[in-house]
């Protein structure tokens, strides 16, 4: 807000971490921590891509942030922590 205020202009950034992760790797990570996952193939849709991942460079340069959490463990497990609460408070 501070940049957009002093340059009274906005903008689109990328938030991410210009680190880009296979449904497979996020699977496996999935698996680690959930021993009893269980998880079905099936056929790449169309319109699937085979690889995405946010470039962050603007983010960094014009905002001078970088993400708190960069490993994807921490990450994984953070969102398995929030839905679990999330689920507590509809139950």
């Known amino acids: ?3 957009i205020s002093k340059n009274k202009k ?3 950034l990328n938030c991410g971490y210009g680190k880009g992760y296979s449904v497979l790797q996020i699977v496996n990570i999935f698996k680690k921590i959930k021993k009893n996952l269980k ?3 099936v056929e790449k849709r169309p319109g699937d891509l085979a690889q995405i991942y946010s470039d962050t ?3 960094k340069k014009l905002i001078k942030w970088k993400p708190k959490y960069n490993d994807i463990n921490k990450i994984i ?3 398995i922590n929030w839905e679990k609460k999330l689920l507590k408070t509809f139950n």
């Open 39 to 41: 998880v079905n193939f």
């Open 57 to 59: 460079k603007k983010f």
């Open 1 to 3: 807000m501070d940049y």
């Open 77 to 79: 497990r953070s969102s």
């Open 10 to 12: 906005s903008f689109i």
